[in-house]
Nanobody, 119 residues
């Protein structure tokens, strides 16, 4: 059974940074594409970033380009989302997802971690 567990969320002031982690069990992340999504209150879930199986191809939403970086540590079976220059509009629950293909078909999801950015 695949389990993805996010951590690293919290409360931060605008302009600050956070690093989210997604640890997998039951699946080797380097064999799958991994992505981050977010959902703000009253809004639909939206794509944030993704990293390919090779780890050399990444994709970002326009709203986070230049501020967020997705990376993967194969030894730790963990994917990270480094978030810099955070804005209040980044406030959301952030979800990790894993899947096949590129663009990926995400079939496993974590429970999410809350990120709150104060102005």
């Amino acid at each position: 059974q695949v389990q993805l567990v996010e951590s690293g969320g919290g409360l931060v002031q605008a302009g600050g940074s956070l690093r989210l982690s997604c640890v997998a069990s039951g699946r080797t992340l380097r064999n799958y594409a991994t992505g981050w999504f977010r959902q703000a209150p009253g809004k639909e879930r939206e794509f944030v970033a993704a990293i390919s199986i090779s780890g050399f191809v990444t994709k970002y939403a326009d709203s986070v380009k230049g501020r967020f970086t997705i990376s993967r540590d194969n030894a730790k079976n963990t994917v990270y989302l480094q978030m810099n220059s955070l804005k209040p509009e980044d406030t959301a629950v952030y979800y990790c997802a894993s899947g096949t293909g590129w663009p990926a078909d995400f079939d496993s999801w974590g429970q999410g971690t809350q990120v709150t950015v104060s102005s």
